[in-house]
């Protein structure tokens, strides 16, 4: 599975789920066609918003892999909480859609039609992106792509809203209650508004240098009490990460007396532990003698 996973490069899986944005938008609408229901418009309308969100995305994900330059030394890596940010942007716009066209059928309702086809072709569908879904979640952690994770979980949000729309709609068939159908794509609105909002934040939290989660900080740790030493120890350790990559700084004391060729080895051995250990990482240590404080922290009188 990981080895088909390292296949499955993002912007592969942006390029499937584009085609695949494409193929639900022509079910779903043709299902919409047949059965007049503002349910299913409103499931159409919100894969419209999956094919821009996995082109945009398709579109980021190629700069922050472009290599670092003059210009961005650390590299191209946050482009991707654009495209999550763009995503979040997006949905959000197609929640206000849906809601508002969902409001004139719920005081209007109107007559269904061949609602068995319509709800077929809405369940194919949502089958096909609960597919996606699965995959695009599993490259995501795999290849620690937010944007991968941004458009399967956009992903997520549309298969529950094709199974939100086929229950409302399967009941406005049979209890004849036609204003079913306007109140579920309202339902559907306020759902996706939430995973919109979800979205905005994890972007800007992103960047807005936010630090690694607790249990890789945690392997940091570990890694570094393996080389900790009655004449040894670490402090002052920061982290952060910037889409696929992370970054640590930290401060590394040793004996004064030591060689500068000595405490290069030690430190270059620690980074490549730091780095064996927490994939994508880079470290950046600070060597001091043991005798020494750093105080970067302390509040300097501006007089």
Same mark, same amino acid.
Do not use: C
């Given at each position: 599975?990981?080895?088909?996973?390292?296949?499955?490069?993002?912007?592969?899986?942006?390029?499937?789920?584009? /085609?695949?944005? =494409?193929? &639900?938008? *022509?079910?779903?609408?043709?299902?919409?066609? !047949?059965?007049?229901?503002? $349910?299913? #418009?409103?499931?159409?309308?919100?894969?419209?918003?999956?094919?821009?969100?996995?082109?945009?995305?398709?579109?980021?994900?190629?700069?922050?892999?472009?290599?670092?330059?003059?210009?961005?030394?650390?590299?191209?890596?946050?482009?991707?909480?654009?495209?999550?940010?763009?995503?979040?942007?997006?949905?959000?716009?197609?929640?206000?859609?849906?809601?508002?066209?969902?409001?004139?059928?719920?005081?209007?309702?109107?007559?269904?039609?061949?609602?068995?086809?319509?709800?077929?072709?809405?369940?194919?569908?949502?089958?096909?992106?609960?597919?996606?879904?699965?995959?695009?979640?599993?490259?995501?952690?795999?290849?620690?792509?937010?944007?991968?994770?941004?458009?399967?979980?956009?992903? /997520?949000?549309? =298969?529950? &809203?094709? *199974?939100?729309?086929?229950?409302?709609?399967? !009941?406005?068939?049979?209890? $004849?209650? #036609?204003?079913?159908?306007?109140?579920?794509?309202?339902?559907?609105?306020?759902?996706?508004?939430?995973?919109?909002?979800?979205?905005?934040?994890?972007?800007?939290?992103?960047?807005?240098?936010?630090?690694?989660?607790?249990?890789?900080?945690?392997?940091?740790?570990?890694?570094?009490?393996?080389?900790?030493?009655?004449?040894?120890?670490?402090?002052?350790?920061?982290?952060?990460?910037?889409?696929?990559?992370?970054?640590?700084?930290?401060?590394?004391?040793?004996?004064?007396?030591?060689?500068?060729?000595?405490?290069?080895?030690?430190?270059?051995?620690?980074?490549?532990?730091?780095?064996?250990?927490?994939?994508?990482?880079?470290?950046?240590?600070?060597?001091?003698?043991?005798?020494?404080?750093?105080?970067?922290?302390?509040?300097?009188?501006?007089?």
């Amino acid at each position: 599975m990981r080895g088909l996973l390292a296949q499955l490069t993002p912007r592969r899986l942006l390029l499937v789920s584009a /085609v695949v944005a =494409v193929v &639900t938008i *022509a079910l779903k609408a043709l299902a919409w066609q !047949l059965t007049g229901s503002v $349910g299913l #418009l409103s499931d159409a309308l919100e894969s419209f918003v999956n094919l821009a969100s996995a082109l945009f995305a398709l579109v980021m994900v190629t700069v922050a892999q472009a290599p670092p330059d003059e210009d961005h030394p650390y590299g191209h890596h946050k482009a991707e909480y654009f495209s999550s940010g763009f995503e979040g942007i997006l949905i959000i716009g197609a929640a206000v859609g849906i809601f508002w066209a969902a409001s004139h059928r719920l005081l209007n309702p109107e007559p269904l039609e061949q609602v068995g086809w319509g709800l077929g072709l809405a369940v194919a569908s949502s089958a096909l992106n609960g597919l996606l879904a699965w995959v695009m979640f599993q490259a995501a952690r795999a290849h620690r792509s937010i944007a991968l994770e941004a458009d399967a979980r956009h992903l /997520v949000t549309d =298969v529950w &809203t094709s *199974a939100g729309v086929v229950v409302g709609l399967s !009941l406005a068939a049979v209890t $004849g209650w #036609l204003w079913l159908d306007g109140l579920v794509a309202m339902g559907v609105a306020l759902n996706i508004l939430r995973e919109g909002v979800s979205l905005l934040r994890r972007s800007s939290q992103g960047l807005m240098d936010e630090a690694l989660e607790p249990e890789v900080q945690a392997e940091i740790q570990r890694t570094l009490e393996g080389f900790a030493h009655a004449t040894i120890r670490f402090d002052h350790l920061t982290t952060r990460k910037a889409g696929r990559r992370r970054f640590v700084d930290l401060h590394m004391h040793m004996p004064a007396d030591w060689t500068l060729r000595r405490a290069a080895a030690l430190r270059t051995s620690v980074e490549q532990a730091l780095m064996a250990a927490v994939p994508g990482l880079r470290a950046t240590i600070q060597l001091l003698p043991s005798d020494v404080e750093a105080h970067f922290d302390d509040t300097v009188d501006p007089r």
